[in-house]
């Protein structure tokens, strides 16, 4: 079976985990503080600070830039979980809101939702394909509110050529099926000193400069050697990995029957990294979602689907059963996502495009 998603190590790898094993030095130290900078400087970013996982790095961001009981944050109910989850353990009210054809939250979706107690807007860069990020921003800055990026699924995307880091804060995930993998593991970008400050301090249970002596309850979010090594390697080979999910995705592109599924849209100077490639059954066709799904594993190829389930419907989030997200409960419906990642072989690219154009 082609699998959905491959992680891959090389040797490089390899001897950066051996490099650290044998330096005695595993807790947070200078690599970590080296993957930082470096990410910072790749992602268009002024500071980063690494973190134990993207859900613990959206919390801490949302913490940083105020986030708390009685406040409402806005993100799409077209998301993981952790999106949500993170929002609620600040002791915030997420607020959900409906995505457009390119299943990411859009300006038009969000300007309804906006309250007296909304503080943050959190967009979300769906499967890699970057949203409206500036005009969410434009939006955010208008009413007085923060935004966070949740850009989980999106290391190395752009907007006209702009990294997703230089339109604001913005947090990673490193997950082990991420485009950029340490296993698990998370960043937080920002421009603003004083979040960066408060991340990193809240991460290491609010460390301050007086040792020992903390002025606030802080958390135990802090990233490994170990991990920071494998995410400088990876971080090096950002580019040929993305460039090689956007040629197999190209490949794609031309050998989807046209008709029988279609694309999510993508906006114009979208730099789509290709976490996932997405099909999506034409409306009224929905049902079939299963069918194709049982005749691609039939020709050895795996599927998923992200998401089947969107948060508003989530047993754990019952209370939003009510909210109005026409869009992404049809995308859950009649999506599915074939492997597109970057330790795809020649061979297996060739194996998907031929059970798709046979379907
Ligand atoms: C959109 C989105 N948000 C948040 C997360 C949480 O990241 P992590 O699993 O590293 O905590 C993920 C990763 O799975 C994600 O895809």
Do not use: W
Request: hydrophobic share 45%.
């Amino acid at each position: 079976m082609i699998p959905i998603s491959r992680p891959t190590f090389g040797p490089d790898e390899e001897q950066a985990v051996v490099d650290v094993m044998r330096s005695g030095q595993f807790a947070q130290g200078e690599r970590v503080l080296a993957f930082e900078r470096a990410f910072a400087a790749a992602t268009g970013a002024r500071s980063a600070v690494a973190t134990s996982s993207g859900t613990t790095a959206l919390f801490l961001a949302l913490l940083a830039h105020g986030v708390g009981p009685g406040d409402e944050v806005i993100t799409s109910t077209l998301t993981f979980i952790a999106t949500a989850n993170a929002i609620c353990q600040t002791g915030a009210t997420p607020v959900f809101a409906d995505v457009d054809d390119t299943l990411n939250m859009s300006v038009e979706t969000v300007a309804p939702l906006i309250g007296p107690h909304t503080r943050v807007v959190v967009p979300v860069h769906l499967h890699g394909n970057p949203c409206d990020v500036a005009g969410l921003g434009e939006l955010a800055s208008r009413h007085g509110l923060a935004m966070v990026q949740d850009a989980c699924q999106a290391v190395g995307a752009d907007v006209a050529g702009r990294p997703l880091g230089a339109f604001g804060t913005a947090v990673y995930s490193f997950y082990a099926t991420k485009n950029l993998t340490t296993g698990e593991g998370g960043m937080v970008t920002t421009n603003d000193p004083v979040v960066a400050a408060l991340c990193a301090a809240l991460r290491h249970q609010s460390y301050s400069c007086r040792e020992y002596v903390h002025d606030r309850i802080g958390y135990n979010f802090r990233m490994t050697e170990l991990q920071a090594a494998i995410g400088l390697v990876q971080l090096g080979k950002l580019q040929a990995i993305t460039s090689r999910r956007r040629r197999v995705a190209f490949h794609y592109d031309g050998i989807v029957p046209q008709g029988r599924f279609a694309r999510p849209g993508t906006r114009a100077g979208a730099g789509h990294v290709f976490h996932q490639y997405t099909l999506r059954l034409p409306v009224g066709c929905a049902p079939e979602r299963d069918q194709v799904r049982e005749a691609l594993a039939g020709a050895g190829i795996a599927t998923g689907v992200y998401y089947p389930v969107p948060v508003h419907r989530q047993p754990a989030y019952l209370r939003y059963a009510g909210s109005c997200c026409a869009n992404a409960e049809r995308a859950s419906e009649d999506m599915l996502s074939i492997p597109v990642h970057h330790a795809l072989t020649d061979a297996e690219v060739e194996a998907v495009a031929r059970a798709l154009a046979a379907l």
